[in-house]
């Protein structure tokens, strides 16, 4: 890393700070390469963190389960040592081919300067789908991911949506909270078979073709919500915490305008992780080519391709092959 006016210069920078970007700087770590990590999210993690911290997670290799948020805190120990730079709460606007590298300027002016980049953006910057009947009540209440169990320990929830990560909430919370209900405003689900009848085997109650209609409070705070059962007369339900899981929006926001080939908001890449353009790679669920599987672990060994590419077209003196790490000092 260095610094001139108004910029900075490292070798690579990653944008996306999800489990392939944080593997990444580990990775380039171990190359010897000064890297910084950019996300739009404010905290490490990407989709894992936001989205299911304590969802365990059961393909990654070594691992027969795994809390989500262990995880990545596992990521962040790995690449430590190595002393990536963090830019959290950052967008990447603008990218541009220099002589020698690119350059990346950030939303707020930023500059950095980069002899690569590694795009691990996954599906992009999310916007979870509204709930109508809870707006003005974010925060207060209603949430749309569960960061903490322990903060709903004793409280009664309502879970709205029909989709996996709404079962996944149901599942988790049922242990700690003190009731926990489903709400679905039809009566076939888009979640897996297998985890709706465990569900159902818990006790969990269901509501099948309804819908949440008003959020009603005491003393300004969320006490109950009244639900509509189609061909039935509302119902006023217990509620400390409603949990909107009605699934997300995606774009990749400016990765778009980079002059890059996207199809359904995945990167065309080779079997080096190098997009058509100059100096720019891409890894994880965010890259595409023939065969590709969506997996965490594939996103590891993407990243690792990506990296050694990388530190040899940077220095075409390096090795491809690295050496393996347990053989590190």
């Given at each position: ?27 380039a770590g171990f190359r010897g390469l000064s890297m910084a990590v950019v996300d739009s999210l404010p905290e490490a993690g990407g989709q894992v963190t936001a989205m299911y911290p304590e969802k365990m ?273």
């Amino acid at each position: 890393m260095s610094e001139s006016a108004g910029e900075t210069s490292y070798d690579l920078v990653i944008i996306g700070a999800g489990p392939t970007g944080l593997f990444a700087a580990y990775y380039a770590g171990f190359r010897g390469l000064s890297m910084a990590v950019v996300d739009s999210l404010p905290e490490a993690g990407g989709q894992v963190t936001a989205m299911y911290p304590e969802k365990m997670i059961y393909d990654v290799g070594g691992f027969a389960e795994v809390r989500g948020r262990d995880l990545v805190r596992g990521l962040l120990d790995q690449a430590a040592p190595f002393k990536p730079v963090y830019l959290l709460g950052r967008k990447a606007e603008k990218l541009e081919s220099v002589e020698g590298g690119v350059i990346i300027t950030l939303d707020g002016g930023q500059v950095l300067r980069a002899g690569a980049v590694l795009i691990t953006a996954g599906i992009g910057e999310f916007t979870p789908r509204p709930l109508p009947a809870g707006d003005g009540w974010l925060g207060r209440g209603m949430v749309h991911f569960v960061p903490s169990l322990k903060a709903h320990e004793g409280q009664h929830v309502v879970v709205v949506g029909g989709g996996d990560s709404a079962f996944d909430w149901v599942l988790a919370l049922h242990p700690v909270a003190a009731s926990v209900t489903l709400v679905h405003r039809r009566a076939k689900f888009r979640a897996a078979e297998s985890i709706v009848r465990q569900a159902r085997e818990l006790g969990v109650r269901i509501v099948t073709d309804a819908e949440v209609t008003r959020f009603l409070d005491r003393d300004g705070a969320l006490a109950e919500v009244e639900i509509q059962v189609k061909g039935a007369e509302p119902e006023v339900l217990r509620a400390d915490t409603v949990v909107a899981a009605l699934g997300f929006t995606a774009d990749l926001g400016p990765i778009e305008s980079w002059g890059l080939q996207i199809d359904h908001r995945a990167i065309a890449v080779d079997s080096t992780m190098a997009t058509p353009r100059e100096r720019v790679y891409a890894a994880g669920d965010v890259a595409a080519y023939p065969g590709k599987v969506k997996l965490i672990a594939t996103g590891f060994g993407e990243a690792a391709t990506a990296v050694n590419n990388i530190a040899v077209m940077l220095d075409p003196e390096a090795h491809l092959f690295p050496g393996h790490s347990s053989n590190a000092e």
